[in-house]
């Protein structure tokens, strides 16, 4: 199993442009969630999603999308990149259920905008 | 905002050492984790106690919570210059995890 993957690992984009990363997951788990870490700071949570077809909303969800179309992938869009979103962001996956509470993360993408 | 608070926010040891990190929380948990990361990469899960445990251990991890004074520890023993890292301590209320800002750790050979 390749686990959770992310792409790009890294990208630089100008302030205002839009771009989608990517988040994979090969374990058929059907929680996914997206985090944001910024020095000093830990994880916060932007989106998460329970299932295809569900999404909500975490701690910081302004200025990102999020769609669930299939259990495997879980995209982050920036719709108008700002330099406040300058971060590491983090892909995780859980199986659902009570018992099994472990996320499992991928390699982190480094975003910086200009 | 951040549910759990780690500290110290760095912590240098020799190797062989134990390390010992606390986090606090503000809330009600179903059970806190550890998670362990290593300079540009992503977390890994070190070990989960449930609200109703009061104590675990995992190879050379210990792990205490105490729910009245919502407060966890984590005890690294015998630390090797492999745990040089940042921990982490996320508390679940469900499906959000919530992070504090981390204990990074540092162990010289």
């Known amino acids: 199993n390749a686990g959770v993957t992310q792409t790009p690992k890294f990208q630089v984009l100008k302030t205002g442009q839009s771009m989608t990363l990517q988040c994979a997951q090969d374990?058929?788990?059907?929680?996914m969630s997206w985090y944001r870490q910024d020095p000093g700071m830990g994880l916060r949570l932007i989106h998460y999603?329970?299932?295809?077809?569900?999404?909500d909303q975490g701690e910081v969800p302004n200025g990102y999308n999020v769609s669930r179309s299939t259990t495997e992938d879980f995209p982050l869009r920036l719709l108008s990149a700002a330099p406040s979103q300058t971060s590491v962001y983090f892909c995780?996956?859980?199986?659902?259920?009570?018992?099994?509470?472990?996320?499992?993360f991928g390699p982190g993408t480094r975003l910086t905008v200009l | 905002s951040q549910q759990g608070e780690e500290d110290p926010q760095a912590l240098s040891i020799q190797e062989g050492e134990n390390a010992t990190m606390n986090c606090s929380y503000k809330?009600?948990?179903?059970?806190l984790q550890w998670y362990r990361q290593n300079s540009g990469r992503g977390l890994v899960h070190l070990i989960l106690?449930?609200?109703?445990?009061r104590e675990k251990h995992s190879g050379r991890l210990r792990v205490t919570l105490d729910t009245s004074k919502k407060s966890s520890s984590l005890l690294i023993t015998a630390s090797r210059a492999a745990d040089t890292a940042s921990y982490f301590c996320?508390?679940?209320?469900?499906?959000?995890?919530?992070f504090g800002a981390g204990t990074t750790v540092t162990v010289r050979a």
């Open positions: 809330t009600s948990i179903n059970n």
């Open positions: 999603s329970v299932g295809a077809g569900i999404t």
């Open positions: 106690i449930r609200s109703n445990e």
């Open positions: 996320a508390t679940d209320a469900g499906y959000k995890l919530s």
């Open positions: 995780a996956s859980k199986e659902r259920g009570s018992s099994y509470n472990e996320q499992f």
């Open positions: 374990m058929n788990h059907e929680y």
